[in-house]
């Protein structure tokens, strides 16, 4: 009986062979869903006028702001200003509460520490 080695085989037939190529981590790989949903709130900061804005109200008394108060400091238009909010609202980076006839954002709590968290390494190991 002979064996006909494919160029799919060989490389098969040779982790096989050695065992393992490596070892597993441990960590768990990212789902599908997670990393969906990661990467729509990393869209929604990789924007200049966005990170502008989530850093103005940050950085605003009460770390919240109005739309009114965003809009001269972006030299930007209120309804472009207003389609930003909205991108990062959406992403749950921001929340928008309803004062009278204005809008006040504030930053999810833990939300960019959740990001940047997603970015640090827990292990020692390299």
Known sequence: ?????TRATAPAR???????????SGAPAMDTAQA????????AIADPNRLRL???ISSSAGSEACVCDLTEPLDLGQ???SHHLKVLVDAGILHREKRGIWA???LVPGALDALAAVLT????ER
Do not use: D, E, H
């Open 79 to 81: 309804p472009t200003v």
């Open 14 to 24: 040779a982790v096989a062979a050695a065992g393992a190529c490596c070892t597993p």
């Open 121 to 124: 390494t827990t292990t020692g």
């Open 1 to 5: 009986m002979t064996t006909t080695v």
């Open 54 to 56: 989530v850093s103005l």
């Open 36 to 43: 969906l949903s990661l990467s729509r709130q990393f869209k």
């Open 104 to 106: 006040y954002y504030s």
